[in-house]
């Protein structure tokens, strides 16, 4: 079992930036990928970014990309994400997630909300 928790919403305006980070614990030793995804009012859950904990690898979805950057912190076994730039449509519930040894995990989301 794999236990995430996130933090790091809040209310900003467009152009702000906000951290997200999301605290891993558990059976982590067979991860293989941990990433961001978000589900806005009466929309899908949507993917937002992934590292794969094999090499290193980062996704990014098409628009988040370039204001979005993904990170971890292999001491504290957590994954960040920076979000620059921020737009009104990026508000949205946002989920950490994990990969492991084929079951996938969740966490209980951060509210991300951009308003002027």
């Known amino acids: 079992q794999v236990h995430l928790v996130e933090s790091g919403g809040g209310l900003v305006q467009p152009g702000d930036s906000l951290r997200l980070s999301c605290a891993a614990s558990?059976?982590?030793?067979?991860?293989?990928?941990m990433g961001w995804s978000r589900q806005a009012p009466g929309e899908e859950r949507e993917f937002v970014a992934s590292?794969?904990?094999?090499?290193?690898?980062?996704y990014y979805s098409d628009s988040v990309k370039g204001r979005f950057t993904i990170s971890r912190d292999n001491a504290r076994n957590t994954l960040s994400l920076q979000m620059n730039s921020l737009k009104p449509e990026d508000t949205a519930v946002y989920y950490c997630?994990?990969?492991?040894?084929?079951?996938?995990?969740w966490g209980q989301g951060t509210q991300v909300t951009v308003s002027s």
């Open positions: 997630t994990s990969n492991n040894a084929g079951v996938r995990y």
């Open positions: 558990g059976r982590t030793a067979n991860t293989y990928s």
């Open positions: 590292w794969r904990w094999t090499d290193g690898k980062t």
